[in-house]
DNA sequence: CCAAAAGTGTTGTATCTACACCCATGT
DNA sequence: ACATGGGTGTAGATACAACACTTTTGG
């Protein structure tokens, strides 16, 4: 067995959507490598710890949240070889879905952990873009390869909304049409036509099933309450412009 | 730096279309473990490569081609602590498509290679499903997890030919349209209608290109031939039955 | 001439987009 | 009453599946 030395981490995307737009769990170092820069959370795989095992702890410990029910997927493994300066490591990346956190985030180690939005982040970011008004967030380098990381799983969900029902796990067990509209629209980044998504997805089989409850905390007239259904792929796919 | 003692590598889902048939570049090991299975080539990332460059390495020695203008991939990274009994082995799986080669398979090392079809390896193996007069081939067991990296492997490539124009990737430079609707009926074994087909590829802007020559290899009428276009993306994409 | 594969036209059906319109609540 | 969001109906445009039909070669 040819056991070269090297490291084994994995690193999370956690992304959700609040107040309309997608945002990512980012953490600021403390530490060099990249000290005070933002990166992704992330941690070494321990001796007969799986992979996924390794992912869903960390979740857990970032976002105080059980980790389970919540939504996880392999992304991609990124191993050039010096993209860390300290040594050869080679990171698994991971997607987790989370949906908009009544409690803020908790149980987050000491390092300062915050909910950032993805556009900030992966922006061309022209220098003389630097000042955006709307968010106070102006300009946000990652360490690392993490924006590469980060382009790619933000990728992956926006590719996966279209032909799976990904949506609803950003979406708490009840939720209304419009809410997950919502979250069509922040990940996407376009608006969609509220009546024709009304009928997409009460259409689409199994995508999403009545509750008996109904909700008026959208304002205007209760809305049906749904929850998850037990569809895998949709049919047909939910379409971009 | 946190260095458990793990071996790292690359495995390679080597795909082409013979015959009509979709195949699998499979090694029978002469070894334990597994002695006598097939298995995936792969082997071991070396100090100060990269992922991708062991992969293309791999897929140069196995196949006897210049790995370059190749289609190869990363699928995912298998890491369950156990799926090696020598010891703990982390393996970034890729998948590689290639034409059918003109040169049968060369340069491959000691070990015999084959191209074995994928359904023989991926239909259920029920205990009284073994015998199966039609195909010949009765059982094939992979080595490790071979075989569900393999399905998730071929399962990419399947969904891929929806909306990217991969199945070029199996054809050589010139192709006719009925060629290219071989691959699409051997990857998802199923039949299309050469009638439909022919017009969706043509007009799907910048999927393939017309050469001002003909042939008349696969018999009949003279067929246009064409190269691959510079879509990256379908629009509309194809589709499946 | 016939077989075989290439390629075009047509028709009915499903789906999308855009937008008019009505419904049920809070203030 | 009116603002707000929920939900249904409808018409034109687009795409699709099925299949009749013509074209161009080899034998």
């Avoid at 630097?130 to 990728?155: K, N, P, S, Y």
Wanted: with cysteine; proline share 8%.
């Amino acid at each position: 067995m040819d056991f070269v030395p090297l490291g084994l981490a994995t690193d999370l995307v956690i992304l959700t959507v609040r107040g309309g737009r997608l945002q990512v769990l980012l953490i600021r170092r403390g530490i060099p490598p990249y000290q005070g820069h933002w990166a992704l959370p992330g941690g070494f795989v321990r001796p007969d710890e799986d992979l996924e095992a390794t992912a869903r702890r960390e979740l857990a410990e970032e976002t105080g949240l059980s980790a389970e029910g919540l939504h996880l997927e392999q992304v991609a493994t990124y191993g050039a070889p010096h993209r860390d300066p300290r040594g050869r490591v080679v990171s698994v990346a991971y997607l987790a879905l989370v949906p908009d956190l009544p409690a803020p985030v908790a149980g987050s180690d000491a390092a300062s952990a915050s909910w950032i939005d993805v556009n900030a982040v992966l922006e061309e970011h022209a220098a003389d873009a630097v000042q955006d008004g709307r968010t106070g967030v102006r300009e946000v380098r990652l360490a690392f390869d993490h924006r590469r990381i980060l382009a790619d799983a933000v990728e992956r969900a926006r590719a996966k909304l279209e032909y799976s029902p990904l949506a609803t796990a950003f979406c708490p067990p009840e939720f209304t049409i419009s809410e997950l509209r919502g979250v069509y629209e922040a990940v996407w980044g376009i608006p969609l036509d509220p009546r024709n998504f009304h009928r997409k997805v009460t259409r689409t089989p199994e995508f999403v099933t009545p509750t008996s409850a109904t909700t008026t905390r959208d304002g205007g007239r209760p809305a049906q309450l749904f929850h998850r259904g037990t569809a895998t792929t949709l049919h047909p796919p939910m379409t971009r412009a």
